[in-house]
């Protein structure tokens, strides 16, 4: 059994429709325990750099205007395999692809607005939880 831990955010589009409750329902349904979480604003500058993987690709500006739009929630989930369950919880990247039951299917509008962001790989989760969190803050 592999215990992770993976980076997650409740993006603008999901803030704003009042969503996070029936979002965090999901994680915590299947088996993931939220073990820090805080609601905040996005500087430009922080979702610059959070982004920076993609700042070459055409969709950078908008994706950087839509995460400052409204607040988010940046959290930390907890369980087996967290990083491919959330993954999997959380469904394909464009909401029309996503499959039945995923939060994207249910909850996101198109592949900009697509409720949540989750870590992509164990290494890239430690440096995103790294980017909100302290080790202080995170209470399993
Ligand atoms: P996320 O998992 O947060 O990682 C990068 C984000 O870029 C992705 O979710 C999408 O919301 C967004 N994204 C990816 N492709 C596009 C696109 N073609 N147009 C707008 N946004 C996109």
Request: aromatic share 8%.
């Amino acid at each position: 059994m592999t215990i992770q831990r993976t980076f997650s955010i409740i993006k603008p589009d999901a803030t704003k429709r009042n969503l996070t409750g029936k979002i965090n329902a999901k994680f915590e349904e299947q088996g993931l325990r939220i073990v820090a979480q805080k609601r905040l604003r996005m500087s430009r500058l922080q979702a610059q750099a959070f982004y920076a993987v993609h700042k070459e690709r055409p969709f950078f500006g908008e994706l950087v205007e839509y995460m400052v739009s409204e607040p988010v929630i940046v959290q930390v989930l907890e369980g087996e395999n967290a990083v491919l369950k959330n993954r999997e919880i959380m469904g394909a990247t464009d909401p029309k692809k996503a499959d039945k039951g995923t939060i994207r299917a249910e909850f996101g509008i198109d592949i900009g607005n697509n409720s949540v962001h989750g870590s992509d790989s164990e290494e890239n989760a430690a440096i995103e939880i790294a980017y909100f969190f302290s080790g202080l803050e995170l209470v399993g």
